[in-house]
């Protein structure tokens, strides 16, 4: 009897399925209760057409709309709904399931140019409410509810995400955020950056700061090659491809629309990774940047007490190990001070146990151990301060290669060519047992790099032990006129006589030559009115406004003292865009100097640019205590910009009628005398 209860449930499932399901529709509409927003949400659904008779389970790719978008289609193009033909169409006839989900906003979608989905456009302009709704939360619960409604392979592996434009960014975000749920992520023509985070802790997430997100990740990224944004497009797969831990795809589309083209493609790019059965694979080591008050990383919880704005940054995560500190803001911020961070690891380590912890503070160059107990899971929990630490779990058996130490903690460090340098490289013994026999070989496939003192043999290190190795080893760089040269180096670390370890980091080597700027001004706490370049719109052109301002703290004389707090601004003869003459822009300063500070990255809306993205620069202070006459090098930063509009560029017959955003960064030298 109970058998045959069973049997009647199951065939009216089935008829309730296929009488919901008919094969006829091509998609299907439905809403779900979302108790993270407190309201049912819309979402639509793409079924192959067996899916209501076929008993099997399938992959699930998520879809993301872009800008004045909905989960029904974009409306660009004359009414064209670009995408989801060709979705139909490749669901008819793969083993896949699609869903378009929804990123309405209703304060954001009051006409087409201002329907401005997930809730991440951030800034003063965006109003007090903006990031109040979390589209990572309702992601997680979105993919819950899909899982437990139909019949979807519930793993990583299978699932994916793939987006347009702003849904670009969703897809690579989101995936990047919620690396254990996404394996495999893609993106057309992805804005790429946006705001997010708590509300009133909200930071600038510029999606090619945090490609290391996706080192257990397979990500594909697609470009139009009319894309106004284009630009954007390339430096960010510059950033993946140089990114060996990420599996990473490029395609440019000869295409002159930012739209989705080249569907099918993409999507069998999702469906090969569907059979990579090592994504459902734990990482051996991992990375992830974080901008939460609370999130859960493969299994690591973490949460942060007395939450600014800011990421909680984790490094080689693994058994045994980790590096934590914070930053204000990426790829080169200070750490986030007054915060606490607790940090619970998996049940790795027995229940109820008591562990050796090997603590080396970043903030003190010092190594401190103490004891934790496991929980009863077998769970560590760790409370540390965002200032930078490398932990060790000590069990008297670890066989781990000495830990390179951060080489810079404000982010890749910046070099100054055609000169000896020593980068900073030392090594700690992170484990409980004496390292010996070890030798470190220093090297570079870029030819624009030399390095002398190369390899460099060790007898031995005990247990906390840091080695400098830093004279040990010499550098010179060589670059040529323009922009930061990237430069690569690698490092080869064998112990005990044959384990070995690689490991690579990456500098900035300054242009040559390196020009004053054509004009300067020093703003400590006086107002200024300077000619500014605004562009008129995407047809072209601009002009030079005036603009005043008040900024800095100081006796507002022009000129830097100990305590003032400074702006630096710079005059270009002849900016990116032909209309940009002798404009002023602020800078982003660097400097190893120890009586300066960085104090603000100051972040500007690009005039009339579509994609959210910002200028910045920076505020520093002066030390109190710097000696009046002190000469302090710098390195000024501005960047220019320009709608580049090109009337006779054309796709087959059809003229562009978008003009390319570019941009275009300018440095400077400059020696600021501290006065009286």
């Known amino acids: 009897m109970h058998n045959q209860k069973i049997i009647l449930t199951v065939i009216l499932l089935a008829v309730c399925t296929m009488q919901l399901y008919p094969a006829t529709s091509d998609f299907y509409d439905h809403t779900h209760y979302s108790a993270t927003f407190g309201e049912w949400r819309h979402y639509r659904i793409l079924l192959p057409p067996d899916y209501a008779t076929s008993g099997k389970y399938y992959p699930v790719i ?6 004045s978008s909905r989960y029904m289609g974009e409306p660009y193009g004359e009414g064209q709904q670009v995408s989801l033909p060709a979705m139909i169409d490749y669901v008819k006839s793969h083993n896949v399931i699609v869903v378009r989900w929804d990123g309405y906003v209703e304060k954001s979608y009051s006409n087409f140019y201002n329907g401005s989905p997930y809730d ?5 302009a965006a109003g007090a409410d903006s990031g109040r709704m979390d589209f990572g939360r309702y992601f997680q619960e979105l993919v819950t509810h899909i899982d437990s409604v139909y019949r979807t392979i519930a793993d990583r592996q299978h699932r994916a995400t793939c987006g347009l434009s702003m849904g670009g960014f969703m897809s690579l975000y989101l995936s990047g955020r919620f690396p ?4 495999s992520a893609s993106a057309y023509n992805p804005g790429h950056e946006f705001n997010v985070g708590p509300p009133g802790a909200d930071v600038h997430y510029l999606l090619k700061n945090f490609v290391r997100n996706h080192g257990q990740s397979k990500v594909r990224l697609i470009r139009a090659s009319g894309d106004y944004i284009s630009q954007y497009h390339e430096e960010l797969q510059e950033l993946y491809s140089r990114t060996p831990e990420v599996d990473f795809e490029f395609r440019r589309e000869e295409y002159h629309r930012h739209w989705v083209t080249g569907l099918a493609e993409t999507f069998d790019f999702h469906l090969r990774a569907f059979e990579s059965k ?7 080591s991992f990375d992830h940047d974080n901008p939460f008050d609370r999130f859960n990383i493969w299994g690591y919880d973490i949460s942060v007490e007395n939450k600014k704005a800011g990421f909680v940054c984790l490094r080689n995560v693994q058994m045994g190990y980790f590096r934590v500190y914070t930053r204000r803001y990426a790829p080169d911020g200070p750490a986030v001070e007054g915060q606490t961070l607790r940090i619970t690891t998996p049940g790795w380590y027995g229940s109820r146990k008591t562990c050796r912890i090997m603590d080396y503070s970043q903030a003190t160059g010092k190594v401190s151990y103490y004891s934790l107990t496991s929980s009863p899971e077998g769970r560590l929990t760790f409370l540390l301060d ?3 630490h490398d932990v ?3 069990n008297g058996k670890e066989a781990r290669p000495p830990v390179l130490l951060q080489i810079d903690r ?7 060519p055609d000169a000896e340098v020593h980068l900073p490289l030392k090594f700690l013994n992170s484990c409980d047992a004496v390292a010996r026999n070890i030798t470190i070989d220093l090297s570079s496939r870029y030819p624009t790099v030399e390095i002398g003192g190369s390899p460099v043999h060790i007898d031995s290190l005990k247990p906390g032990e840091v080695i400098d190795l830093s004279d040990r080893f010499t550098e010179r760089f060589v670059s040529g006129e323009g922009d930061f040269q990237h430069c690569r180096l690698e490092l080869n670390v064998t112990y005990i006589d044959w384990h070995g370890h690689q490991e690579y980091f990456d500098v900035d080597v300054l242009p040559t030559p390196l ?8 703003l400590d706490g006086r107002s200024v009115s300077l000619p500014v370049f605004r562009q008129k719109g995407n047809q072209g052109g601009g002009f030079i406004r005036q603009r005043t301002v008040t900024e800095g703290k100081g006796n507002g004389d022009g000129a830097a003292a100990p305590g003032e707090e400074l702006t630096l601004w710079v005059r270009t003869p002849q900016g990116l865009d032909p209309f940009d003459k002798y404009s002023w822009h602020r800078t982003k300063v660097y400097t190893d100097d120890p009586y300066m500070t960085i104090t603000a990255d100051i972040a500007d809306p690009k005039g009339l640019e579509w994609t959210s993205s910002l200028n910045h620069s920076s505020s520093f202070q002066i030390a109190p205590d710097c000696p009046p006459g002190h000469r302090i090098e710098l390195v000024l930063e501005n960047e220019s910009y320009s709608f580049a509009w090109k009337p006779d560029y054309r796709f087959g017959k059809e003229l562009l009628l978008q003009a390319f955003q570019f941009h275009r960064n300018q440095l400077h030298r400059f020696t600021l005398t501290v006065g009286r």
Do not use: K, T, W
Request: proline residues 9%; charged residues 10%; negative net charge.
């Open 515 to 522: 020009a004053e700027p054509d004009s300067l001004q020093i």
């Open 392 to 394: 060790s779990v000590l």
């Open 410 to 416: 404000r982010g890749v460090p910046v070099i100054m």
């Open 386 to 388: 965002g200032l930078g």
């Open 278 to 284: 090592e994504l459902n694979d734990y990482p051996v």
């Open 180 to 183: 254990q749920l996404v394996g």
């Open 120 to 124: 991440i456009q951030g800034g003063p």
């Open 62 to 67: 998520y879809y993301f709309h872009g800008h």
